[in-house]
């Protein structure tokens, strides 16, 4: 009780007022795939970073509508969107590529101060030595609290010797086989998980810089052979063993600060960059609230709804608010809806269970989902990320709830 206490109150502290996701470290690739986005789709995606609110508009959907309690996180893709639309494809690649820029301020007094909101532009104001080169974390991806982990572990990559050039010469390798070889060749195993940083990884205040709630740790720790130590230590390795780096911009950026023009999300290439600056961004809007919040004010249905793994932590404290968020998503949801969610466990058991009122009864969310196990098994192997549990792609059938109980009661599964 007493750890789950400090731990959530780590959680708490670390999230209430800081910029926690600098970068999304969700795979929108395999997204693109589950979701399978059309002009007439709306989506509902939790903000983070932004950068996948920006990816999902590229496909030119309705609409995109970007929410998160964390007024920071909802700035963050405010300053991308008014950076599109205010600089040129080079100004915008420095900041958000490179990770800063020497006119930062300049540019931003200029062109990109103008095009914010008035909240907005009060929390960037304060901020403008995140992407202007001048502080001792030079780049912006080394800034929030993810951030400072992220600069924490560069330095500490420096310290055991041909570490950091081993690294270096894993992201430049041109094929699976010859990341295997350089792991091998430069011991990177040996290296790389010394005491200290396996002692680091299972502290409640690094996995909360690192926006881990308490909850995930439990559910890895109970699931997990090493528990969430071992879980992070196999995670990385098949990153680095089994997955192409080449593309990989996820690790790219974590481990050295900055993305390459080749190397880098999607809104950041310039053909992309010009599609968004040439009217796609316009479908992106923010909402800082909760996804029930929204829901509830929002009059307009949504089609496709990305919840990422925040229900992770939702179930364990506030389980009442996650069946209260849930009937939020059947009253709005489309009925072509399709829901994506993410977790730490390595199975869910919570999301099933919930009990929703659909049609004047009380029917559990399970059998309104028709959940798409082999693709999500599929896409969830693929995924660049790879620090995930579990990946889920499901259907929100709104109509034919009655047929789906009584096929499962006839199978002799509790309705």
Known sequence: MVANWLGNKCFKVVHQKNLVYN???????????????????SVLVIT?????????????????????????????????????RCLTYDDFFNVFGRGYHPDWQSLYHKHVRGALTPDTRAIWDRRLDFFDGTSRRKSFYFRGTSGLFAWLVNGYLKRPAGLKEAIAELLQAESVDQQREIYQKCEINRLLWSKPLRWALRRDTTLAMLGVPRSQRNQLDQCYPGGIGGFIQDRIEAVFKTLPLRDNYFWRVYLTGSYTPDCCPEYLKEENFTELKNGLVDCVQTHTNTVEGFLTEHDQPISRFVL??????????YPELLASEWQSILNRATSDARVLWRSAALAVDFVDPLMLQH??????????????????SSLHARDRVHTYGSFYIADLFGHSVDERVVTRRAAGVAA
């Open 23 to 41: 970068t999304c470290w969700e795979d929108p690739r395999i997204d693109r795939q589950a979701l399978s986005l059309g002009p007439d789709d």
């Open 48 to 84: 983070s970073a932004g950068c996948n609110a920006l990816d999902y508009a590229l496909q030119a959907p309705k609409s995109v509508h970007a929410v998160d309690m964390n007024p920071l996180q909802n700035a963050l893709l405010e300053l991308k969107c008014a950076s599109i």
């Open 308 to 317: 990422l793994d925040h229900m992770d932590w939702l179930y364990d404290r």
């Open 359 to 376: 049609n004047g009864s009380q029917v559990q969310l399970g059998d309104l989902l028709h959940y798409h196990d082999e693709l999500a």
